[in-house]
């Protein structure tokens, strides 16, 4: 299980903001009420018939099937992507078929850090925990990854859902960490399963 689950954080991580897929995403519009003195709104979603909610950036929308398939072409993609405009800043879920208990949070966090490790000796980690949000326990990683043109910031985090490991990413580039990574933790700070 935590195998597959690494595989499947690896290939998310790879794929979330390569510049040579993003060339060739549909173009998203910008809805008029966006934001534009470069604050960033974020509004309320439910997710996965309801069992999920969860804030967002206001204005991201769903990323196709296709396009999908052209930024993550593993089979192993995420369930749900949000993106923005370009396609360079995306939320993604994944509520997995991997068995997980609320109380096992913390052992699945150690495991997958550690052979997270492996797949990314270089990367710039910087934070990894387990937090009590709304009664659940979600475990997350903070780091820097290696990418094909650049660096990319991840917000990884993870719990039970329904037995099973829901996973979140949120990612961006590098020079466009300052300004997300406050974003990624009050997004994560949001989850409530339901």
């Known amino acids: ?19 040579p897929v993003e060339t060739q ?23 996965f018939s309801k069992k999920v909610e969860i804030l967002i950036p206001k204005g991201f929308k769903v990323m196709s099937k296709e396009d999908a398939k052209l930024k993550y072409p593993s089979d192993n993609r995420p369930n749900l992507i949000y993106t923005d405009a370009t396609g360079s800043i995306n939320v993604a879920f994944s509520n997995t078929s991997n068995k997980v208990s609320n109380d096992k949070i913390t052992e699945t966090k150690s495991q997958m850090k ?32 290696p990418g094909m043109d650049t660096e990319i ?14 996973m979140t990413t949120v990612n961006c580039k590098k020079d466009q960490m300052d300004k997300w990574r406050p974003i990624a933790s009050e997004i994560m700070k949001s989850i409530q399963f339901n």
């Open 25 to 47: 995403m549909s173009e998203l519009q910008i809805p008029s009420d966006a934001p534009r003195n470069g604050q960033i709104q974020l509004e309320n979603v439910s997710l």
């Open 153 to 166: 910031y991840n917000l990884i985090f993870f719990a039970e859902l329904n037995g099973k490991l829901f």
């Open 114 to 145: 550690a052979a997270f490790e492996n797949v990314y000796p270089e990367a710039t980690w910087y934070k990894d925990d387990v937090i009590k949000i709304h009664d659940k326990q979600v475990g997350y990683f903070e780091l820097l990854t």
């Open 1 to 19: 299980m935590l195998k597959m689950v690494v595989i499947t954080l690896f290939l998310w991580v790879m794929a979330g903001c390569s510049t």
